[in-house]
């Protein structure tokens, strides 16, 4: 119902990688010959990648539905309606990044955010990262070289020329 262009064109530049990473896993494995390494042996290693959260399903129905009353109703035009639509998805997803750097048993560190498109610079162990595949709020887990192109996005949709971080 309503253009969300921004995300969705975000998640078609993360897709392929993405997906070829989360396949393989190859972003959480051997990529860290590069001095990303933080201990001797196998116990110690790092890596960092980038982590995609969205809102709940339920509060983004519902939010459809309120919205949707809102036009049947004539207090909102249909301009009107995907403004608000758009505003307040944002502020689902910042809510849903806010929920994940909140969360006291993720041993990851978050490095940086886009929080709204819901995207976290996440890095720690690779066992860890994975782990955060089974949160409510975590829709994947991408490059790290994903997070940039978010930020360069983020920077081109705002008149500001500033990501939020």
Same mark, same amino acid.
């Given at each position: 119902?309503?253009? $969300?262009?921004?995300?969705?064109?975000?998640?078609?530049?993360?897709?392929?990688?993405? &997906?070829? +990473?989360?396949?393989?896993?190859?972003?959480?494995?051997?990529?860290?010959?590069?001095?990303?390494?933080?201990?001797?042996?196998? !116990? !110690?290693?790092?890596?960092?990648?980038? =982590? &995609?959260?969205?809102? /709940?399903?339920?509060?983004?129905?519902?939010?459809?539905?309120?919205?949707?009353?809102?036009?049947? +109703? !004539?207090? =909102?035009?249909?301009?009107?309606?995907? &403004?608000?639509?758009?505003?307040?998805?944002?502020?689902?997803?910042? $809510?849903?990044?806010?929920?994940?750097?909140?969360?006291?048993?993720?041993?990851?560190?978050?490095? /940086?955010?886009? +929080? /709204?498109?819901?995207?976290?610079?996440?890095?720690?162990?690779?066992?860890?990262?994975?782990?955060?595949? +089974?949160?409510?709020?975590?829709?994947?887990?991408?490059?790290?070289?994903?997070?940039?192109? &978010?930020?360069?996005?983020?920077?081109? *949709? *705002? $008149?500001?020329?500033?990501?939020?971080?």
């Amino acid at each position: 119902m309503f253009d $969300d262009t921004g995300r969705r064109r975000f998640l078609q530049l993360a897709g392929t990688g993405g &997906a070829l +990473s989360i396949a393989g896993c190859s972003a959480l494995s051997e990529h860290n010959g590069s001095g990303a390494d933080s201990g001797a042996g196998g !116990g !110690g290693e790092t890596a960092t990648v980038t =982590l &995609a959260v969205q809102p /709940d399903q339920q509060s983004l129905q519902q939010l459809q539905s309120e919205i949707q009353s809102k036009v049947e +109703s !004539g207090e =909102l035009d249909r301009m009107q309606a995907q &403004a608000e639509f758009r505003q307040r998805r944002i502020e689902l997803t910042q $809510d849903a990044v806010d929920t994940f750097r909140n969360r006291s048993n993720v041993s990851v560190s978050v490095d /940086d955010t886009v +929080s /709204d498109f819901g995207v976290l610079l996440v890095s720690g162990d690779p066992a860890a990262l994975v782990e955060t595949l +089974s949160l409510a709020e975590v829709s994947g887990l991408f490059p790290a070289s994903t997070f940039e192109q &978010a930020q360069a996005q983020a920077e081109t *949709t *705002t $008149d500001t020329g500033t990501s939020t971080a």
